[in-house]
């Protein structure tokens, strides 16, 4: 029997310390829900790139819902360059069913010559994912043999579950070196004992560097309706998204009391579904549209953007009292009191003189 050749034994033995490697760096996040959310991730390019070539990596259908997640200006170029090892959030639609969650059918890459599916993972997409996981949805039973052209679908790591009775933004964070638990948590506003819960890590110990990391993002509080085709509509703080076919822009800022911020985008729709942005009036006020409010005394109104269906753009109006609530001083006090006594005074009386009229 001849005995295997020394290179193709080295080759063996990359591909297992690799396959150790990337399994170690990326693990499946939980997902006990049957959902589909937005999600976002780290992505660390090993070299220089521009906002163009990630958006074509990752399919992203356009490029402002990329600088959206970064909060980049709307004025950003594609050809804005990125030095390797800069981190970027990129956003993609998230799927959850058996327990876990990955990037709903996208993001999609076109094999090159001399790829490997090993390379993909740890090269091409800095090792978010590992080969075995690209060979497993693809239902590549041999993970030498994929030829060039060939597309492969990239199962990036997410979740949609709940987190502590809250809807949040689960965000795959790349993982620095010398990062603690504790820093992460405080930099991402949620706590130790959350992360170790949702990663199964003991301590910080079990942090790698690279490792990608589920942390919950808290999201605005948001008027979209439940039926709206883009519920739950999640947006994290300090990032702002594009909805309704493009027609509204929607911003989470912490100091506005965590509440979602939605206008009119000013754009054209981003798809064919409509030739113009419908009207976004709320009903009953024709002079007061998404975005706009108007106050009578101490009632502050706004229309609110509560979501879009195939012919529409949903509205409400939300009423709220900005009257500062009223401390009554010492001298109200003083006088309430007066006025309680002889409130006594008088109804005491009155039953003093119906107890003599039945005597007599």
């Known amino acids: 029997m001849a005995l295997p050749s020394a290179h193709l034994l080295l080759s063996l033995i990359l591909l297992l310390f690799a396959a150790l490697v990337t399994t170690s760096l990326s693990q499946p996040f939980k997902c006990a829900t049957s959902a589909s959310c937005r999600a976002v991730i780290d992505y660390v390019p090993s070299n220089v790139t521009t906002l163009s070539a990630i958006e ?17 200006p709307l004025s950003t170029l594609p050809n804005q360059t990125l030095a390797a090892k800069q981190t970027i959030k990129i956003p993609f639609s998230c799927l959850c069913s058996n327990g876990a969650g990955i990037s709903n059918k996208k993001p999609i890459y076109s094999v090159q010559p001399d790829d490997g599916l090993d390379h993909i993972a740890r090269e ?32 990036l790591p997410c979740s949609c579950d709940e987190v502590d009775g809250e809807k949040v933004v689960h965000y795959g964070h790349v993982v620095e ?12 506003g949620t706590t130790k004992n959350t992360l170790m819960r949702l990663n199964s890590i003991a301590n910080d110990s079990s942090l790698i560097a690279g490792q990608v990391l589920d942390v919950p993002l808290r999201a605005c509080n948001s008027s979209v309706s439940n039926s709206s085709l883009d519920y739950p509509l999640l947006v994290s703080n300090g990032t702002y998204v594009f909805t309704a076919n493009g027609c509204m822009r929607c911003s989470c800022d912490s100091a506005k009391d965590w509440t979602l911020q939605c206008q009119p985008s000013g754009l054209r729709p981003a798809n064919n579904t ?29 229309c609110d953007y509560s979501g879009f269906s195939n012919q529409s753009i949903l509205t409400t109006l939300a009423t709220v009292n ?39």
């Open 56 to 72: 074509t990596l990752f399919s992203i259908k356009n490029l402002r819902t990329l600088l959206g997640a970064n909060n980049f």
């Open 124 to 155: 091409v997409y800095s090792g978010l994912v590992t080969y075995q996981e690209i060979a497993a949805v693809n239902n590549i039973s041999n993970v030498n043999l994929i030829f060039k052209g060939q597309k492969l679908w990239i199962p």
């Open 177 to 188: 070196s010398g990062s603690t638990l504790e820093l992460i948590a405080q930099e991402y």
């Open 274 to 302: 409509w030739q113009t942005c419908p009207s976004m009036l709320c009903e009953g006020l024709d002079i007061l549209s998404v975005g706009n409010t108007t106050a009578v005394g101490c009632n502050q109104t706004t």
């Open 322 to 360: 900005t009257c500062p609530a009223s401390n009554p001083g010492p001298d109200e006090n003083k006088s309430s009191m007066i006025g309680q006594r002889w409130k006594f005074l008088f109804i005491s009386l009155h039953l003093i003189m119906l107890c003599l009229h039945l005597l007599w």
